[in-house]
């Protein structure tokens, strides 16, 4: 693969196992802090506002989930700065971009899978500047110091875009094919939302898009578990989930998937910046919780004469 400008090293990594353990897949598109130098130079507030946008350290959560639980991992390693892979390929802020090189990145979004959208109705989320290519921030204001070239966002939609979505789409096929049914858990994390005095802090959000991309019976299942662990949780609100689970989820057909956002104070430090005195406790839940949906796919999905009995024994290693 050609180097991605922006990105130091390859722009994200995988851990799958053959054959597949479980028929979990764990995605984490806004972890990635492989910021090159040029890149870092761009951003008018630099690791301000590179902090801001990052799901800051749920990769490493979701490294130790995996390897606990057996399931399969999709990590993004390119910053979010660059690119956010939880948005459309069309969900693009055209007044970032240069007249004369609109028409390269319209060529791109064509053929990575996007549509023509009207220049003049952005979507919510380019509006409030987090759209496919972040442009500001609250508190923050504008990104960036220059204007991006067309040519380098389609560079970050062949290179980046494109195959990780791939990645994604191929190892599901590969689980339903085993399982029968597979589960996609995209991981976030949040910043504390607000609260009144006196209540707890909601720990996790769990989105499914308002019911159409996971079986009730899993999310209630999720929901279920997490509370019994001791944390508050939400459901849809004030995250649903986006552009992952618009395009991989497809319940009747046999693919599952959950989007879990979880408070960075139940993990990281009180700056929010490295791990916190919470970090193995929340890894023990996730992976939990991740061990008990496998077992709730695997029995709804799969005729039970595919799986050998020691698939489980492994999973539990």
């Not at 400008?5 to 479980?22: K, L, Q």
């Not at 028409?103 to 919510?124: E, Y």
């Not at 921030?137 to 380098?152: A, D, F, I, K, N």
């Not at 406790?281 to 799969?302: M, Y």
Request: hydrophobic share 45%; with cysteine; net charge neutral.
């Amino acid at each position: 693969m050609a180097a991605l400008a922006g990105c130091i090293g390859e722009p994200f990594v995988t851990r799958i196992h053959h054959p597949s353990r479980v028929p979990v897949l764990v995605s984490v598109p806004h972890g990635g802090r492989a910021y090159d130098p040029a890149l870092m130079a761009g951003l008018r507030e630099g690791e301000r506002a590179a902090l801001r946008l990052e799901d800051r350290l749920i990769d490493e959560v979701a490294g130790e989930v995996a390897a606990a639980t057996g399931a399969g991992l999709v990590v993004a390693r390119a910053p979010r700065a660059m690119l956010d892979l939880n948005r459309a390929p069309d969900d693009v802020d055209w007044a970032m971009i240069p007249d004369a090189t609109r028409g390269c990145a319209m060529a791109a979004i064509l053929s990575t899978g996007g549509h023509a959208r009207p220049h003049g109705h952005p979507s919510q989320r380019v509006r409030a500047g987090l759209g496919l290519v972040p442009r500001r921030v609250p508190g923050l204001g504008e990104l960036w110091r220059q204007p991006l070239s067309g040519e380098v966002l389609a560079q970050r939609l062949h290179l980046l875009h494109a195959p990780y979505h791939a990645c994604i789409a191929d190892q599901l096929a590969r689980l339903r094919a085993r399982w029968g049914t597979a589960l996609l858990i995209d991981l976030h994390s949040m910043p504390p939302l607000p609260r009144e005095e006196g209540q707890a802090p909601i720990t996790c959000v769990i989105g499914d898009r308002f019911g159409a991309s996971c079986g009730g019976m899993l999310v209630a299942r999720a929901y279920s578990q997490l509370s019994d662990s001791g944390w508050l949780v939400a459901h849809n609100r004030p995250y649903a989930g986006g552009y992952v689970l618009d395009r991989h989820a497809n319940p009747r057909g046999g693919i599952h998937a959950m989007q879990l956002e979880i408070d960075r104070a139940a993990y990281l430090d009180s700056r929010l910046v490295a791990p916190g005195a919470g970090f193995a406790e929340v890894v023990g839940i996730l992976a939990s919780l991740v061990r008990d949906l496998a077992s709730e796919v695997a029995s709804i999905g799969v005729p039970q004469s595919i799986i050998r009995p020691q698939d489980w024994a492994e999973a539990a290693e």
